[in-house]
Structure formats: C-alpha cells, structure tokens
C-alpha cells in the first residue's frame, strides 16, 4: 500500500505561481512513477505532469513551459510547480503514484486562479 498526502493548493490571481506537494510513503518501493491530475467541475480527470523513476518527466501541452514536476527521493515528495497560471488551471489536483499492478491516488488539493 501506498500513502499519498497532497498539501499547497490556494486561490491565487492570473499571472501567480504555486507549488503542491505530494507526499508519499508505505511502500515506496513498488511506485515506477508519479503524477499529477486534475479535475475541473463538470470534466474528466487529465494528466497533468509525469515523472518516473529514472527521471524522465512529461507534460501535457497546456501547462509545458508553465510547470514543472520534480522529486526529492531522500523525501519520498513529489513537487508540481506551477507558474503563469491561468483560470483554466482551476481544478482540483490529485496525486498519483503507479506500481506495476496498482495506481494510488491522494485526497486532492483544490488550485483556483481568479481572472
């Protein structure tokens, strides 16, 4: 089993930055990759940024150049950087982390940027 605690969501103005966190623990050793989703009202949870266990990250192309997804291995914490946000990154942002078999998820933050 696999424990994912979210943490850094707000409401910030267009333009602003914010970082969430995720952090994970119990079995760590079976997690390949983590990623961040979101959820906006009324629509489907989509990828947001990818990173695996060698270290390679993925983006989906409306948030590339805006936000970045590292790790702190000696935490066990996965970060989501997010700048020049924009109202339509209001959502509520969900951790995941997937084993080969299993993909566990985290309580979800709610991120709103106003116009």
């Known amino acids: 089993q696999v424990q994912l605690v979210e943490s850094g969501g707000g409401l910030v103005q267009a333009g602003g930055s914010l970082r969430l966190s995720c952090a994970a623990s119990?079995?760590?050793?079976?997690?390949?990759?983590m990623a961040w989703y979101r959820q906006a009202p009324g629509k489907q949870r989509d990828l947001v940024a990818v990173?695996?266990?060698?270290?390679?990250?993925g983006y989906a192309d409306s948030v590339k150049g805006r936000f970045t997804i590292s790790r702190d291995a000696a935490k066990n914490t996965v970060h989501l950087q997010m700048s020049s946000l924009k109202p339509e990154d209001t959502a509520v942002y969900y951790c995941?982390?997937?084993?080969?078999?299993?993909?566990?998820w985290g309580q979800g933050t709610q991120v709103t940027v106003s116009s």
């Open positions: 119990g079995s760590i050793s079976s997690i390949n990759a």
């Open positions: 990173i695996t266990r060698s270290g390679y990250t």
């Open positions: 995941n982390a997937g084993g080969d078999y299993t993909a566990y």
